[in-house]
């Protein structure tokens, strides 16, 4: 069983940074896939970007080079660098892992406010 704890949400003024975490522990091995969703209010849950374990990064449309999606396999730990981050933003981010036995595990979320 793979677990998700991320971390590094806040409250940034429009144009700032935070960068996320997501550790992963447990049957690490299985997973093939890690991403970063993000669901705003009254919004359905969006792809921002993932990362396959060969190392391939793609994002989604929106997050136009601002964002970027890398990992440290030392601590088992991706992260979502976001630079010129927007009111729009705001959201609940999620860590999201895929397994090669074909499971999904969610981690609990982290939430990132952006004033404008």
């Known amino acids: 069983q793979v677990q998700l704890v991320e971390s590094g949400g806040g409250l940034v003024q429009a144009g700032g940074s935070l960068r996320l975490s997501c550790a992963a522990s447990?049957?690490?091995?299985?997973?093939?896939?890690m991403s970063w969703y993000r669901q705003a209010p009254g919004k359905e849950r969006e792809l921002v970007g993932g990362?396959?374990?060969?190392?391939?990064?793609d994002y989604g449309n929106f997050v136009k080079g601002r964002f970027t999606i890398f990992r440290n396999d030392d601590k088992n730990t991706m992260y979502l660098q976001m630079n010129s981050l927007k009111p729009e933003d705001t959201a609940e981010y999620y860590c999201?892992?895929?397994?090669?036995?074909?499971?999904?595990?969610w981690g609990q979320g982290t939430q990132v406010t952006v004033s404008s």
């Open positions: 999201n892992a895929n397994s090669w036995e074909g499971k999904e595990i």
């Open positions: 447990g049957s690490i091995r299985t997973i093939y896939a």
């Open positions: 990362i396959t374990s060969n190392g391939l990064v």
